[in-house]
């Protein structure tokens, strides 16, 4: 059974960066595009941003391109998220789920396993 854990999320200013973990553990001989998917009190999930399996494809929201950038190593299980040029509005709990999937794409419905979050907060 594949399991997810989150980490790296925390309080940051304005303009600052942080960079968000996703562990794997469990995996089977299946393979998985990994997702980066966030929500914010009183709004509905968003997807960020997600990865295929390989690494080789990448998809973002138009509300994070430029400013961050997934990146996975699979020698390690390990999906990253490093978000630069941080914003308030980008508060939230930001969570990643996996996808049995070789391909990624962004609507979460899709995903089968997901983390249980970790809390970025953008504030002066």
């Known amino acids: 059974q594949l399991q997810l854990v989150e980490s790296g999320g925390g309080l940051v200013q304005p303009g600052g960066s942080l960079r968000l973990s996703c562990a794997a553990s469990?995996?089977?001989?299946?393979?998985?595009?990994i997702g980066w998917f966030r929500q914010a009190p009183g709004k509905e999930r968003e997807g960020v941003s997600c990865?295929?399996?390989?690494?080789?494809?990448?998809n973002y929201a138009d509300s994070v391109k430029g400013r961050f950038t997934i990146s996975r190593d699979n020698a390690k299980n390990t999906v990253y998220l490093q978000m630069n040029s941080l914003k308030p509005e980008d508060t939230a709990v930001y969570y990643c789920?996996?996808?049995?999937?070789?391909?990624?794409?962004?609507?979460?419905?899709?995903?089968?396993?997901w983390g249980q979050g970790t809390q970025v907060t953008v504030s002066s």
């Open positions: 990865i295929s399996h390989s690494g080789g494809s990448t």
């Open positions: 469990g995996f089977s001989r299946d393979y998985y595009a």
């Open positions: 789920a996996a996808r049995r999937r070789w391909a990624c794409v962004l609507p979460g419905e899709t995903y089968d396993y």
